[in-house]
């Protein structure tokens, strides 16, 4: 829903107040970041919409919803010096979709709904243990992005509950694999560290739900869902991420898939999506807990 649209959603005595807002505002509305401009709007569909009120899955499925059409771009993250919180909403990959859609909602329960706010909900979802120290401080790995925010009473990573089975695999792609990596070419300083947390992730027991599984399992996954899809590259937990969404009584995802195309709900079923894709081994899922506010 883009602003016009919702302009026209409510009613035109609730738009007296806005209308001479927008006016007074109009001139600082032109010179604005767009990201705050869109962060913004997702704000104001969430007014509209009453969301605050709703349980947090719900909500983060009205902002993934939002997301639908924008375009993908692959290594919105990855830029050359200092490691810095890094704010794209006009374009997205398959994390920083999710995680968006995640952090938007964590903002509209908290009833904290400024730029301000949302950046620093997004620093503290983003980094491990919320702190920005370095390359190394980002959480990379879907597996320790969901452990992390476990920790921080985010998410709780519900892949083991649901029937998942260990997944049994060294992760070590990142320092196997440095010339993949923009930051880890420039800074070889930064491998040590990738490496030992590499290490500490090998130490934790790890659930997915194998794809052969994932259709007969799939009832206990709900709307807003984390989806975290697991694969057969060596070294790597998953490589892909996602929302979970259910359409006429069949679990789909919400992603932005590849480059060239944009932010859509799969158009088939979940596990006829895994099945298709070779590399896919099955999904590793986390819930968004109610944040205290």
Same mark, same amino acid.
């Given at each position: 829903m883009n602003r016009r649209t919702f302009l026209k959603s409510i009613p035109i005595t609730a738009l007296i107040p806005s209308l001479f807002a927008e006016e007074k505002n109009a001139a600082a509305d032109i010179l604005s970041d767009p990201n705050e401009l869109i962060c913004r709007?997702?704000?104001?569909?969430?007014?509209? %919409?009453?969301?605050?009120?709703?349980?947090?899955?719900e909500i983060i499925i009205e902002i993934a919803k939002s997301f639908i059409?924008?375009?993908?771009?692959?290594? +919105? %993250?990855? +830029?050359?010096? &200092?490691?810095? @919180? @890094?704010?794209? =909403?006009?374009t997205l990959d398959c994390v920083t979709f999710f995680e968006n859609s995640l952090v938007l909602a964590r903002c509209v329960k908290k009833n904290r709904m400024t730029f301000e706010d949302y950046?620093?909900? @997004?620093?503290?979802?983003?980094?491990?243990?919320?702190i920005i120290d370095k390359y190394p401080s980002r959480l990379h790995y879907t597996s320790d992005y969901f452990y992390d925010n476990e920790k921080k009473a985010v =998410?709780?990573?519900i892949t083991k509950e649901l029937g998942g089975t260990r997944f049994k695999k060294k992760i070590n792609f990142m320092s196997t694999h440095p010339d993949s990596y923009?930051? =880890?070419?420039?800074?070889? &300083?930064?491998?040590? +560290?990738?490496?030992?947390?590499? +290490?500490?992730?090998?130490?934790?027991?790890?659930?997915?739900?194998?794809?052969?599984?994932?259709?007969? =399992?799939?009832?206990g996954i709900k709307d807003g869902d984390i989806l975290g899809i697991t694969t057969t590259v060596k070294g790597l937990d998953c490589s892909h991420t996602g929302i979970a969404v259910w359409q006429t009584g069949k679990l789909h995802m919400i992603h932005a898939p590849v480059p060239g195309l944009k932010v859509q709900i799969t158009e088939i079923?979940?596990?006829?999506? @895994?099945m298709k894709i070779k590399k896919d081994a099955g999904i590793m899922a986390a819930r968004a807990l109610e944040p205290k506010v």
């Open positions: 709007n997702k704000f104001d569909i969430a007014l509209s %919409l009453k969301l605050a009120g709703r349980p947090i899955n059409g924008v375009d993908y771009a692959a290594g +919105t %993250l990855e +830029t050359s010096g &200092e490691e810095r @919180l @890094l704010v794209n =909403l006009q950046k620093k909900e @997004l620093q503290f979802v983003r980094y491990r243990s919320g =998410l709780k990573n923009f930051q =880890l070419r420039e800074n070889p &300083e930064f491998l040590n +560290t990738i490496s030992a947390q590499e +290490t500490e992730i090998n130490k934790r027991p790890m659930y997915h739900i194998p794809k052969s599984y994932v259709k007969r =399992l799939a009832s079923p979940l596990w006829k999506y @895994l």
